[in-house]
């Protein structure tokens, strides 16, 4: 199959306000994802990866540069066209307690569905297969406030899928999570990628568990942003120097954070 | 989904619109009243004229205003995101009342009668718009949803001191006209005044179910609506214009009534026991129509001293509805 680019970020500078008074965050980023990859967006508190996604998401304007997405510029795509592109899944809390898990990830059909949101019998097929792909498929009756947060989690991502978008972004989609259900969200994002050859795109604090997963690290540091592979990014010392400042060194052996040993 | 509980209240809408027709302060025989209804000739001219001029529209009115103030409940509990929020809460009836002040009160009643008529529904309006506006400010900034119900409640305080201002200028017979409108009434929209109240009402309540896509997808927030495509802007806009034409074209005619606007969607909410609009608005139109009319019926009761205020009432059946709400939210599903 041929490998075709989701997601082109060309000398992208992110930050807020306008013109003279603007903040810039980060400036000069570049980098591409393929179809069917995983990739981590890494740093510290405040480096920049929530506004880095909203950007990607086009929440917010970039200062200067493009964010392309399937070829197409994202601030020149209709909002409804660029829902069937980009799914979002964040960590906000929902008024939605009061909904059926299968009305929540049959909003992921709003892009599709007309003035009423009418659904479809492919809409309705859409939302069944989404929910077995995260394996949830047996809660479809049960409302989102009967749910586990990492359950709720999961329902998100069915949400995302629904969208039927070749990108998914992910806003620190493991928060608040116990253990195992981290580990279960990191590795269905895996499987979605493939199996169902989507692009992933995420930012965590869960470095440990996710560099196992992930194809391409986006590492945020100081206003400069470098994107590698991550076998390449460990190797070179990039995810070593990730934390240095706080004194915290990468053993590359274990894959582990540790304190630097004075 | 289940239609269940829609079918059933509008049935009861239905009986109590009906109830509505038949019952009232004065005692008017089943026949007669039938009669009046029907058309056919009757010899009671009294029966003729308290049916057909007064409990007909009050009914009609009842209907609407209910329906109009619970679906801007509604409206106001998603767009703020908090179940919490009402028209009476947020402050947005008592700006609409501000609006019939200065219009009853300032301008020396002379530009607007007693109650009702276009430069009353106007500054409603305008004043309705204006708190809502304001609100929205805050919003921006108080990002918790009790302290903007505060804040909320303090722009009602602070409209309020404005009227009693206006009131303790003006002349006495204009401050009881106010203050009686001020006690809601739904039998104040005479038959002339019918189109305008019902043509306004008619045009907030369809904008409303014209809103239900975009409101459901908003029960996920702003972040997310606008991920799946939602214009926020446009839906804010909209959503705003759509609960100030409801609060004002009610509260101009029928006074600042309390508590339908907060307490009806969560009758809804729990019997149809969902949070999805495309059940959830319908269901709300339905219990509101129906709880007005009920509260009309309680307050033209035989009572010795003719009809009660509707703002006696109200509170009475509206405050319980939320203290069950509050104590009972963990075991609620919208809650949580």
């Not at chain 2, 009294?46 to 057909?52: G, N, Q």
């Not at chain 2, 409603?124 to 903007?148: C, E, H, K, P």
């Not at chain 2, 907060?262 to 999805?276: D, F, G, I, Q």
């Not at chain 2, 009660?308 to 075991?331: C, D, E, H, M, Q």
């Amino acid at each position: 199959m041929e490998i075709t680019t989701v997601l082109e970020v060309k000398s992208l500078t992110i930050g807020y306000g306008k013109d003279a008074s603007a903040t810039k965050i980060a400036e000069g980023i570049n980098f591409a994802l393929n179809q069917g990859e995983l990739a981590l967006i890494l740093g510290c508190n405040g480096a920049g990866k929530s506004t880095l996604l909203r950007t990607l998401s086009s929440v917010q304007h970039p200062l200067s540069g493009e964010v392309k997405i399937c070829g197409e510029d994202i601030f020149e795509t209709s909002p409804r066209e660029l829902a069937q592109r980009v799914a979002a899944v964040f960590t906000d809390k929902t008024m939605a307690g009061g909904l059926l898990v299968e009305e929540v990830v049959a909003l992921g059909r709003y892009p599709y569905t007309g003035f009423f949101g009418k659904m479809g019998r492919e809409d309705r097929e859409m939302v069944q297969s989404s929910l077995s792909l995260v394996g949830m498929a047996g809660k479809s009756k049960k409302y989102l406030s009967q749910l586990s947060d990492g359950e709720r989690q999961k329902i998100m991502i069915a949400k995302a899928l629904a969208q039927q978008t070749p990108l998914i972004i992910l806003d620190e989609p493991t928060a608040f999570l116990d253990l195992p259900s981290r580990i279960e969200i990191l590795y269905l994002l895996k499987r979605l990628t493939k199996e169902e050859n989507k692009t992933i795109l995420l930012s965590t604090h869960d470095v440990e568990q996710s560099l196992s997963v992930a194809d391409k690290l986006l590492l945020i540091k100081g206003g400069e942003v470098k994107f590698k592979s991550t076998a390449e990014a460990i190797e070179c010392g990039d995810v070593e120097s990730l934390f240095e400042e706080r004194g915290i060194a990468f053993d590359k052996n274990t894959g582990r954070f540790i304190p630097k040993l004075k | 989904m289940s239609r269940r509980p829609i079918l059933f209240l509008s049935i009861l809408t239905l009986l109590l619109f009906i109830a509505n027709l038949f019952m009232g302060s004065v005692n008017i025989p089943f026949a007669d009243a039938f009669n009046v209804l029907l058309g056919f000739e009757t010899d009671n001219k009294v029966a003729e004229s308290i049916v057909l001029q007064s409990r007909l529209p009050q009914a009609i009115t009842a209907l609407l205003a209910g329906a109009s103030l619970a679906v801007a409940g509604l409206l106001l509990q998603t767009a703020f995101s908090n179940p919490l929020a009402g028209p009476s809460i947020l402050g947005i009836t008592s700006g609409a009342s501000l609006g019939v002040a200065v219009v009853m009160l300032a301008t020396g009643g002379v530009m607007g009668a007693v109650s009702g008529s276009m430069t009353n529904v106007l500054g409603a309006f305008i004043g309705a718009i204006l708190t809502l506006g304001v609100i929205i400010l805050f919003s921006m900034v108080v990002r918790s949803n009790v302290m903007l119900l505060i804040v909320g409640i303090m722009v009602g305080y602070v409209t309020n001191s404005a009227i009693t201002l206006l009131n303790f200028f003006a002349s006495e017979k204009n401050v009881f006209s106010y203050t009686i409108w001020g006690m809601g009434d739904f039998s104040s929209v005479s038959l002339s005044d019918m189109p305008l109240f019902v043509g306004v009402s008619f045009i907030g309540i369809i904008l409303s179910v014209l809103l239900m896509k975009p409101l459901n997808a908003l029960l996920l927030g702003d972040r997310y609506a606008a991920n799946l495509g939602v214009n926020i802007k446009r839906a804010r806009v909209l959503l705003l214009l759509c609960t100030g034409l409801l609060t004002a074209i009610v509260t101009s005619y029928c006074g600042p009534i309390s508590f339908l606007g907060l307490a009806v969607p969560h009758v809804a909410r729990l019997m149809t026991k969902s949070s999805n609009h495309h059940t959830l608005l319908p269901a709300t139109l339905l219990a509101g129509s129906a709880t007005a009319l009920v509260c009309t019926l309680v307050c033209s009761m035989p009572w010795q001293s003719g009809v009660l205020p509707l703002n006696a009432i109200t509170p009475i059946f509206g405050a319980p509805v939320i203290i069950y709400v509050i104590i009972n939210r963990s075991k609620i599903e919208y809650f949580n």
